[in-house]
Each structure stands twice: as C-alpha cells, then as structure tokens.
C-alpha cells in the first residue's frame, strides 16, 4: 500500500521547492500521531490537494498532534486527460456524501450539485449551504484515503440553464437515461475524445423530466444507458465514471 496521505494548506510555504524539514500539526497532525500512530522512519506523502505534493519520512511524533517529517523535493501531478466532469442531482439523506465518496475514490474530476426539477431534496440558504460543505468535505477525505494528489472539484450548486451551458462547451456531452419511450445509447461504445471535458449528467431517483431532457439536448448531449439494470442516482455516476476512465485509457 502507498504511504498514508495529508493535506496541507501551501506546500511550498511549508517545504519550499527542494523540500527540508516540516511540522505537521492540528487536525492533520492529530490525525497522523493519534489516529494513524505513526512513528519515526514510516513514509508519508503531503499534499495541497491541488496537484502539488511531496513524499516525506517521520523523524519524530511528538505529544498527540506533531509529526515531524523530513521531505523532499515538491513534485506536481499535472491534471489527467480527458476531464471528466459528473452533474449529480441532489439525492436524498446521505446518498449525496455517497456519491461523492465513491466518485472520488474512482477518479472523478469535478462535481457539480444539480438541483434537477424532480430532486426531493432541494439546498437553500443555510441547510444548502451546509450541504454543499459536507460534499466538500467528503471530496477531500475520500480523496485522502484513495491516495490522490489532486482531489475532485465540487462547484456550487447548478441550475438548469447552468448545467446546459456546461454540455454546450464540453468535448462529450452525455445524460444518464434509461426510458423505453426516449431513445438511448449504449455508454459503452460511445466514441469518446482523447483530451478536453467529458460532462455526464446523472438525474434524480424521478428521472431527467422531458423539459430538461430537451434543453439538454439542444446543448448537444445525448442520452446513453449504461446497461440493463437501473442503477440508483447515488451509484450510477461512480459505474459511469469508472467505465469511462477504463475506456479512455486512464485506468491503463
């Protein structure tokens, strides 16, 4: 298993480019010494999330929330092609944290809050601002624990209209669907770019409504099923994310 991940604010403030001696303390640090008990001589890896990261060796753990970490040199993961964004509707209770969790672990990019016509759940002022908060920090933890470097974006909220205007200008544009009566294709043999934006969009446990299906359509995406059975709106985008990193090549 690759060395245990932790999240600094500025790597370079922290290290500076030819790395050197780094203390890592509050949450991350209490984490590392209390949670994590790591001691002198085991590998680390730090990061800002962002890309930019360094591996490290502890020299000391010192009281409940000080690790001290030797590390070397600030590298940067540049982003990886093609970029895959992920339109979630807002599912209800926990299933969003769920969805980003497992989006995150498989390698999303970005993730954009969609409060579609037939969402139950809807964010409004402090309970959608909380919300978006928990999304962010689920990102960021599930972005910890799969070893990534450079965690998945999650934008604010999206309408409608917004969610159009990001299939207008992406590369591939595509709209989880599966209805007998609204024709589909299969995402599996869909001709995909080597490089630019991919943007799925996956709908509520209610479906796209017609309307959105048609302004959707009108910014050219397309719907495609990804198979036989009907995947619940907090797993769909995760097996559509995974299938499209396997056939872009970058699960390769």
């Given at each position: 298993m690759t060395a245990p991940v932790f999240v600094v604010e500025s790597l370079e403030r922290a290290a500076g480019a030819a790395g050197g001696e780094y203390v890592l303390d509050g949450p991350e640090g209490r984490h590392a010494v209390s949670v994590?008990?790591?001691?002198?001589?085991?590998?680390?890896?730090?990061?800002?999330?962002?890309?930019?990261?360094?591996?490290?060796?502890?020299?000391?753990?010192?009281?409940?929330?000080?690790?001290?970490?030797?590390?070397?040199?600030?590298?940067?993961?540049?982003?990886?092609?093609?970029?895959?964004?992920?339109?979630?509707?807002?599912?209800?209770?926990?299933?969003?944290?769920?969805?980003?969790?497992?989006?995150?672990?498989?390698?999303?990019?970005?993730?954009?809050?969609?409060?579609?016509?037939?969402?139950?759940?809807?964010?409004?002022?402090?309970?959608?601002?909380?919300?978006?908060?928990?999304?962010?920090?689920?990102?960021?933890?599930?972005?910890?624990?799969?070893?990534?470097?450079?965690?998945?974006?999650?934008?604010?909220?999206a309408t409608t209209k917004q969610v159009a205007a990001l299939l207008a200008a992406a590369d591939f544009a595509a709209v989880l669907h599966e209805d007998r009566d609204y024709g589909s294709e299969p995402l599996a043999t869909a001709e995909l770019p080597a490089e630019g934006e991919i943007v799925l969009v996956v709908g509520p446990e209610g479906g796209v409504s017609p309307e959105e299906l048609a302004l959707f359509e009108e910014a050219g995406a397309k719907a495609y099923r990804l198979g036989r059975t009907v995947l619940r709106t907090s797993t769909a985008g995760t097996a559509a994310t995974a299938l499209l990193l396997g056939r872009t090549g970058r699960w390769s």
């Open positions: 994590k008990r790591l001691r002198a001589g085991e590998d680390v890896v730090l990061t800002d999330g962002q890309g930019r990261w360094a591996e490290g060796v502890v020299k000391a753990a010192e009281g409940k929330d000080r690790l001290v970490v030797e590390l070397g040199a600030v590298a940067e993961e540049p982003p990886e092609q093609p970029r895959i964004t992920v339109v979630q509707a807002l599912p209800k209770g926990d299933r969003g944290e769920l969805a980003v969790e497992t989006m995150t672990e498989t390698g999303v990019d970005a993730i954009v809050p969609w409060a579609a016509s037939r969402c139950i759940t809807q964010w409004k002022g402090e309970r959608g601002a909380k919300a978006l908060a928990k999304w962010r920090a689920t990102a960021r933890e599930a972005g910890k624990q799969s070893r990534r470097v450079r965690f998945p974006e999650v934008a604010e909220a």
